[in-house]
């Protein structure tokens, strides 16, 4: 209290609500927030069927046969696309596009592991 430039301690107060606030920028708003956690949590499975989808269409036209490696060797490289994703989303701010991700690759492991609690007992 004893600063000449603030006599009243408006700063100190201006600071505190600054400090206070909720996020600014792309999520402003819980919407933006939901609608990036569902695009990271169900685009990858709307992007593999669109591409594998594709694929089978192409090899039972006879332009060029795929075997099952094929589509081993796309599926590899959808996979390390969905992990540079999770990095450049965080590196761009949209941090819940990347928690979707996360969440794409922990679910199927936590619903596998619910069914044999299920399944086997809690033995």
């Given at each position: 209290?004893?600063?000449?430039?603030?006599?009243?301690?408006?700063?100190?107060?201006?600071?505190?609500?600054?400090?206070?606030?909720?996020?600014?920028?792309?999520?402003?708003?819980?919407?933006?927030k939901i609608r990036d956690?569902?695009?990271?949590?169900?685009?990858?499975?709307?992007?593999?069927?669109?591409?594998?989808?594709?694929?089978?269409?192409?090899?039972?036209?006879?332009?060029?046969?795929?075997?099952?490696?094929?589509?081993?060797?796309?599926?590899?490289?959808?996979?390390?696309?969905?992990?540079?994703?999770?990095?450049?989303?965080?590196?761009?701010?949209?941090?819940?596009?990347?928690?979707?991700?996360?969440?794409?690759?922990?679910?199927?492991?936590?619903?596998?592991?619910?069914?044999?609690m299920i399944f086997?007992?809690?033995?």
């Open positions: 209290m004893d600063n000449p430039n603030n006599p009243n301690g408006l700063e100190q107060i201006d600071e505190i609500k600054k400090m206070n606030q909720t996020e600014t920028g792309y999520y402003a708003n819980k919407d933006n956690f569902i695009l990271g949590l169900f685009g990858p499975v709307v992007i593999s069927i669109f591409l594998m989808s594709i694929l089978t269409k192409l090899s039972t036209y006879g332009s060029f046969f795929l075997e099952g490696y094929y589509f081993s060797a796309i599926s590899i490289i959808l996979f390390i696309i969905m992990l540079a994703s999770i990095y450049v989303s965080f590196r761009k701010k949209r941090r819940y596009i990347g928690i979707g991700l996360i969440s794409f690759f922990i679910l199927p492991f936590l619903l596998f592991g619910a069914c044999m086997t007992g809690f033995n």
